[in-house]
């Protein structure tokens, strides 16, 4: 089956979230209006923990991928990455999911190494990390519900399922791959290649990458659940901030999407509804954190102009 042209594909996943974010208050029949003046009540100290717990946890996502990128060689300073990462923000607004972070880590990384395969390995060996430990954090929350019917079955079987699985498959993939691809296979060369042999090897960068993503995903949630307080949602427990944190963005890895967006807002809806929250409360809270997360691309826009700038600089006086 011939797949569709990039273009296609971008302006598809467009229309999902942009029909997802529709949905939520034509089909939720959820007024808008309410939503934005609930909004605007927010308490503003909370909001400004929300804002700074965010960007630390940005620093600590840079600080473990620059771990990960050292370990094979790319040594650059933490503002390095924090900058790279910054800007990575800023191209989820233009690409499918996380893809646009990604892409951008990567090339920002390599332009600055010389070394574009390297830099693309230590971006994976990130993004996998991270999302193993998300769904982990996701499994574990749910032994602290109470309620079993707070959750939908189906997802608790995804997440814990989905867990359980990835731990065997990442750590003996290499393995698996020589079995079931053979040795002359492009993933099974890749798998063993001297970059990706570091990450299998290596155990003490993976756990301290490990740990730093427990720390972030960490301090993630609780910018979810300081958010929450800031409108006045007390009724949530923090358990249950970790499990809806883990399934939206395990859906917006799934559901067709630009930047998450549609896809995010229609989870927090849900699932804060589904914890006994009113409608139109829970979608002040997505709301909000849409505007959170487009506020740090837009910064990533700014950090990403200006390291354009200074480049020019750079060069410009190298060549005096």
Partial sequence: MRRLPKFVQICLRLAVSLLLFAALFILGKIDLTECLKIAAKANP???????????????????????????????????????????????TLFLPATLGSDVSRAVSLSKNTGQP?????SVLADRVIGLFVLLMLGAVSLSFCPDQKLVPFFLKITIVVGTLAMLP????????????????????????????EVYWNDRGVVVVALLLSLLMHTVFVLSHAVLAQSLGITNVPLWYFFFMHSSVVMFALIVPNISGIGVREFGYTYFLTQAGVNQALAASYAIMWLGLTLGNSLLGGAVYLL?????????????A
Wanted: charged share 10%; glycine share 8%; with cysteine.
């Fill in 117 to 121: 395969g390297v830099a693309t390995y």
């Fill in 45 to 91: 100290q909370y909001l400004t923990i929300t804002i700074s717990l965010v960007v630390v946890t940005i620093i600590i996502s840079a600080l473990r991928w620059q771990r990960l990128a050292v370990a094979v060689g790319l040594h650059q300073p933490l503002w390095r990455f924090v900058q790279y990462t910054f800007v990575g923000a800023f191209f």
């Fill in 307 to 319: 390291g354009h700038f200074q480049i020019e600089k750079e060069q410009e006086e190298s060549t």
């Fill in 169 to 196: 498959i990442l750590n003996f993939l290499p393995q698996l791959s020589m079995r079931l691809l053979g040795e002359g296979n492009w993933l099974t060369k890749q798998l063993h290649g001297p970059c990706a």
